[in-house]
């Protein structure tokens, strides 16, 4: 039996940039000539938090519980996705520590949307923005990212039992 109190997740997620998407980031529409392409809205930030919870709560990945072949979830927003992780988490007896997570991204710039995505996703999660971290990065023009035919992001959880 785990008697330990305390978990941690990681979760990661990449979608490619495609015309004619909009590009949602941490539950917010971002300005971008160009959008994350997926079954669901692609937003990477909340699938890599999902990820992160999930795996935290020993539950497996948000593939599992919400496939992309689902026709319930096709085009669906991601925050519907992390609301009902949230309340998985919270029905196996956890609450949200804190949650950090990386953007990679060439373009856009992602500092100027950070403190509304902190407060939609905190939002969503029912807990306080200071709980998560955003920050953002670029691959310096390297690989997928810094050719920008997608984005990545990367996400770690800390759960407690409640």
Not at 14 to 33: A, C, F, S, Y
Not at 48 to 62: F, H, K, Q, S, T
Request: with cysteine.
């Amino acid at each position: 039996m785990n008697s330990v109190g305390f978990r941690v997740g990681f979760g990661f997620d990449v979608h490619r940039l495609v015309e004619d998407r909009k590009l949602w980031l941490g539950g917010i529409d971002i300005p971008h000539e160009k959008g994350l392409l997926g079954h669901s809205d692609a937003d990477v930030l909340i699938h890599a938090i999902c990820d992160a919870l999930l795996g935290a709560a020993n539950m497996r990945d948000i593939g599992y519980h919400f496939p992309d072949t689902a026709e319930e979830t096709d085009g669906i927003d991601s925050k519907i996705l992390l609301r009902k992780t949230m309340e998985m988490v919270r029905a196996k007896g956890y609450e949200l520590g804190n949650i950090d997570a990386t953007i990679c991204a060439e373009r856009p710039k992602i500092n100027p949307h950070i403190e509304k995505m902190k407060q939609c996703l905190a939002d969503v999660i029912g807990t306080d923005p200071d709980n998560i971290s955003i920050k953002a990065t670029t691959t310096e023009r390297l690989g997928f990212t810094g050719r920008e035919e997608g984005i990545s992001a990367y996400a770690v959880a800390l759960i407690t039992k409640a």
